[in-house]
């Protein structure tokens, strides 16, 4: 998921927006986080972009925070539609195009 918002601001691509948000987890989960050292704040928002992601809700979102990324409305719509993730989309149309040109990516 390199070309995720999250990973994207994680590998510091881009700056951080994060906002404090009061939770409950399973215990369970959290002793694991807590006992490996691991980044609660990380985990949280990788496995929420996925989710949304899953569920078709993140396409747009993440269309409209990257600026490079300029979609017609109505092709936009379609890949919300067909619940497909927008980067997977794009790479996959730039790869097409860039091997009709013969280029090898």
Known sequence: MPSSMVMRRLTGLEPKQRVPAKIRLESELYDIVRVNCLSLSDLANIGMEKELMKLGYLPEVVVRVD??????????????????????VVNLGARMVLKEKGVNV
Do not use: M
Not at 67 to 88: C, G, K, W, Y
């Open 67 to 88: 600026p490079a990324i300029l979609l017609d409305p109505e092709i936009l719509a379609a890949i919300q539609e067909q619940r497909l993730n927008v980067s997977t």
